[in-house]
């Protein structure tokens, strides 16, 4: 679960009722972009971990998926 996700919907729902101050506006940048930093890494994680199959069942991942894959075999 993503810690901060309350506090991002709190800014969001303060910002539409009646304004933010220019720290709250910093404070909720930041978290942002610690929320968007996060689901990236899940994505790369989620694709970083599949093996492409054709129809019939051969594998066809990509030479950079599966190069990704192999370093981060290596990195463990």
């Known amino acids: ?5 309350g506090r991002i919907n709190e ?3 303060k910002q539409r009722e009646e304004g933010l ?3 709250e506006l910093v404070e909720q940048q930041v978290l942002r972009e610690d929320y ?4 990236r890494g899940q994505i ?5 971990g599949m093996t492409v199959l ?7 991942t990509p030479d ?4 990704e894959k192999e370093m981060d075999l ?3």
């Open 44 to 48: 790369l994680d989620t694709f970083s």
């Open 74 to 76: 290596r990195e463990e």
């Open 21 to 23: 101050t220019n720290a």
């Open 11 to 13: 800014l969001a729902k």
């Open 1 to 5: 679960m993503i810690n901060n996700l």
């Open 64 to 67: 950079k998926l599966r190069r």
């Open 36 to 39: 968007l930093r996060e689901i």
């Open 54 to 60: 054709d129809p019939l069942g051969n594998d066809v």
